[in-house]
């Protein structure tokens, strides 16, 4: 890596944006309203806790939402930015004292098929992600989060066809473009050739590719979280979708250099600690034939519990689930299967775990129901209990087209 000391405190208070998190405020990409801004109060009753507060257009079928500090970045499916074109399109809000947000900014994703944002640890970068033009682009962010023209852009190829059914691996898809929390390091799961790209993130100008990893055939790698662990090692989980499995790595780096942290001499290793299924207990990797998908993962705030969102596509009369794993950091198999827990509602595409400390609930975007359900959650046991909150968007939605694709806490 390239970067010096003084790079790992590189957001200036004049580049700052820190705002106090509300547990109160949710925001909703959905694909046929906009994006959403909903009021939660869990003292009313589950049908009325939550209220639409606004709504604002942001492109054809949005997809994904990042915030970070006062920002709020959306993209889109595609038709960015009119129906003649096909790339996706990035909005940058502006959060309002009032729980609003207006649009400030925006700028095509260059590629088809939004679905995922990120922002680097510095603040500085946004990633794009476009999953039916198997890219992912770079774009510098100013000091006030404005959207400055593409740095790179990455372009993935497939050699050929993987052994998903249907469309899920006829060519390379990417899902993600996800930045180490305190490395200059992107990690990019590309669910059509069953890789995982990593790299060298230091010089957006002049990107180095480390590590071209090569999956199980039939993994389907959709997304991956690594918990800031403010150590060498570090540990990264990643979201077999086709094949309903977390796989968890061990990330080490190798500083032989201890006065240039981060510097040319610095190596990474990558090593397989375990893989564990989203289904069940002890159960097996799954055929890749598109019948059960797994969504979305997420950690809780004290890095105690995991979640992985559970989608059937078989039966649309059954209800969908979230596992829930105990985590142990320091162990060589981080992750024990605890249970599932309902979703109450169907093709739980996204799901989120407010921002308080305690994580006390639990908020999920179900595609087909077109609705929004919020559970509380036990911080000891890490299952859900009572749903507090009830929202239907509108009528059921067979066609995935329409529905909520992601949800957010403030």
């Known amino acids: 890596m390239h970067s010096s000391i003084s790079r790992l405190f590189t957001l200036s208070l004049t580049c700052a944006t820190l705002v106090e998190s509300n547990p109160r405020i949710l925001r909703v990409a959905h694909q046929e309203r906009g994006i959403l801004t909903l009021g939660f109060d869990p003292s009313n009753e589950p049908g009325e806790s939550l209220q639409l507060l606004s709504t604002t257009q942001a492109g054809y079928r949005p997809g994904w939402l990042h915030a970070i500090g006062n920002r709020l970045y959306s993209i889109s499916r595609t038709h960015f930015p009119n129906d003649s074109f096909v790339d996706a399109g990035i909005f940058k809000f502006e959060k309002l004292p009032n729980g609003l947000s207006e649009i400030i900014d925006s700028t095509s994703s260059h590629g088809e098929g939004g679905v995922h944002l990120d922002t680097s640890r510095d603040g500085r970068t946004l990633a794009s992600t476009n999953i039916d033009g198997s890219t992912v682009s770079l774009f510098p962010l100013g000091c006030s989060g404005d959207i400055h023209n593409a740095s790179y852009t990455f372009q993935y190829n497939l050699t050929q066809p993987g052994p998903g059914t249907g469309h899920s691996q006829i060519q390379s898809n990417p899902h993600a473009a996800v930045f180490h929390p305190s490395e200059d390091l992107m990690f990019v799961p590309d669910r059509?050739?069953?890789?995982?790209?990593?790299?060298?993130?230091?010089?957006?100008?002049?990107?180095?590719?480390?590590?071209?990893?090569?999956l199980l055939p039939g993994t389907g790698p959709r997304h991956?979280?690594?918990?800031?662990?403010?150590?060498?090692?570090?540990?990264?989980?990643?979201?077999?979708?086709?094949?309903?499995t977390v796989y968890v790595y061990s990330l080490g780096f190798s500083?032989?250099?201890?006065?240039?942290?981060?510097?040319?001499?610095?190596?990474?290793q990558v090593a397989l600690l375990q893989s564990i299924?989203?289904?069940?207990?002890?159960?097996?990797?799954?055929?890749?034939?598109?019948?059960?998908?797994?969504?979305?993962?997420?950690?809780?705030?004290?890095?105690k519990f995991l979640y992985v969102s559970n989608r059937n596509a078989v039966s649309a009369e059954q209800l969908d689930t979230l596992a829930i794993y105990s985590v142990d950091l320091s162990s060589s198999t981080p992750?024990?299967?605890?249970?599932?827990?309902?979703?109450?509602?169907?093709?739980?595409?996204?799901?989120s775990l407010s921002s308080d400390d305690q994580n006390r609930y639990v908020a999920v975007a179900n595609q087909v129901t077109n609705d929004l359900v919020v559970m509380e959650r036990n911080a000891h046991t890490g299952f859900l209990g009572r749903v507090v909150g009830n929202?239907?968007?509108?009528?059921?939605?067979?066609?995935?087209?329409?529905?909520?694709?992601?949800?957010?806490?403030?």
């Open 192 to 214: 059509g050739a069953d890789r995982m790209y990593i790299y060298d993130v230091s010089n957006t100008q002049d990107v180095t590719l480390l590590r071209n990893m090569t």
């Open 391 to 410: 929202f239907t968007f509108g009528p059921l939605d067979l066609t995935t087209d329409k529905g909520p694709m992601a949800v957010i806490w403030d």
């Open 255 to 268: 500083h032989p250099d201890t006065l240039s942290r981060g510097g040319a001499n610095e190596t990474l």
């Open 224 to 244: 991956l979280i690594i918990p800031d662990l403010g150590n060498e090692q570090s540990l990264l989980f990643l979201l077999g979708e086709l094949d309903n």
């Open 277 to 303: 299924s989203t289904l069940s207990r002890d159960g097996p990797r799954t055929e890749p034939i598109n019948e059960d998908l797994a969504g979305e993962l997420e950690l809780s705030a004290d890095h």
């Open 335 to 351: 992750l024990q299967f605890l249970g599932l827990n309902s979703t109450h509602g169907k093709i739980p595409r996204h799901f």
